[in-house]
């Protein structure tokens, strides 16, 4: 697949969905995905952070992914930096910390996560929460001070 038909499933696999500031989810997708250019990321870096939520949203499904004409680090990308259910904090990390190239989209994913103005809109218990988890993983994954 080409990044522009990865973009547009990612786009229609997510359509409808808001974001916790009732904002279109596309909107985070392609600032992740641009975060992740504007961190020298590769084509299939970019295509995972268009994807970065898909199998955790239940947007697309586990099978898909595998089925999709991806390549198998961008498959693995995605698989690595989707959460599971009960997973706690620490084995997630390690999981993105040996996934080649998964780290990357993490920290892009994580910097638009907390961007401040994204976080201002939210009420100020929501926005202690965020902030906490993401400095947490941030710090689980030695991005502390970048």
């Known amino acids: 697949m080409t990044l522009a038909e990865v973009e547009a499933v990612a786009r ?3 359509g409808g969905q808001t974001d916790k500031a009732g904002r279109p989810y596309a909107e985070h997708l392609q600032a992740v995905a641009e975060g992740v250019r ?3 990321g590769d084509e299939e ?3 995972a952070a268009w994807l ?3 199998v955790e949203d239940d ?3 586990a099978r898909w992914l595998e089925e999709a004409a991806l390549s198998r680090r961008t498959k693995d990308i995605v ?3 989707t959460k599971r259910a009960g997973e706690p904090p620490e084995a997630y990390a390690a999981r993105i910390l040996a996934t080649p190239g998964a780290l990357l989209v993490k920290e892009a994913d994580l910097a638009h996560n907390a961007d401040p103005a994204r976080l201002a809109v939210l009420d100020e218990a929501t926005r202690t929460r965020l902030t906490e988890k993401y400095a947490g993983m941030r710090a689980l994954l030695g991005l502390v001070g970048d």
Do not use: N
């Open 59 to 61: 947007a697309l499904s």
């Open 38 to 40: 504007a961190r020298a």
């Open 52 to 54: 970065h939520d898909a």
């Open 12 to 14: 229609a696999a997510h």
């Open 45 to 47: 870096q970019i295509a």
């Open 79 to 81: 698989l690595a930096v």
